[in-house]
């Protein structure tokens, strides 16, 4: 059943026919709409890559902040950059207020612990006065890293069972569910507390949520 899902996943998130890639170009639309970040924004991406950038045109600058061995080169110097380093203390890296807009899709649920979730939290507030920071919701059913239905919702001894069994098939995947905490919305609240929420539905059951805080002047009720 592992076997099945995961190569359900590597079909549906397969860049150029995959279904995920459907719904993240519909994401970017709620960004652009929402977001109306300025021409020739200054934007860092925690934890990101090119290709959600490459779903529309833009006049973007984006730097993207990857750990090393995580972070290709890119295609175009003038558009993009590369950073090396950890997400959840960039100070020395970048300055205060760097950046017009912090984007991250998907990461703060990766970078550790709930002290790590707060350190990046904390990098975010600091290096621009708007953000857009998405994460998989904890309501949706099917949880989105395991297939195993509200996997972050049982308790840790069972959690722990099982992945005592997937590690001997798949030991480089289970380090990643072992790393991964699920954030619920209220957590995301409080690290987020000047944030409005856009809750992504799919089938009508809430997938995922981007805590923002929109570019000035550009200030957008809450779609929840």
Not at 12 to 19: I, K, N, P, Q, V
Not at 211 to 222: D, G, I, R
Request: proline share 6%.
């Amino acid at each position: 059943m592992r076997t099945l899902f995961i190569k359900f996943l590597r079909r549906m998130y397969h860049e150029e026919y995959g279904l995920a890639r459907r719904w993240r170009k519909a994401r970017m639309r709620d960004f652009l709409r929402i977001m109306q970040p300025p021409r020739r924004a200054r934007i860092v991406d925690l934890g990101g890559s090119e290709y959600v950038w490459s779903l529309f045109d833009h006049d973007f600058h984006v730097t993207f902040v990857n750990l090393p061995g995580y972070n290709p080169p890119v295609s175009d110097p003038s558009r993009y950059a590369r950073i090396e380093h950890d997400a959840t203390d960039l100070r020395g890296v970048l300055d205060d207020g760097a950046f017009d807009l912090v984007f991250s899709n998907s990461t703060i649920e990766h970078v550790g612990d709930e002290t790590r979730q707060a350190a990046f939290a904390g990098e975010v507030h600091r290096l621009a006065p708007a953000y857009w920071i998405q994460t998989p919701s904890d309501r949706f059913p099917i949880e989105v890293h395991t297939g195993v239905p509200l996997f972050f919702k049982r308790s840790e001894r069972w959690r722990r069972e099982r992945i005592k069994k997937w590690r001997k098939l798949y030991p480089a995947w289970t380090d990643m569910i072992e790393a991964t905490r699920v954030l619920s919305r209220e957590r995301m609240r409080e690290l987020f507390p000047n944030g409005q929420v856009c809750l992504e539905r799919k089938l009508g059951l809430e997938k995922s949520y981007s805590f923002y805080k929109p570019c000035e002047p550009c200030l957008v009720a809450s779609l929840a």
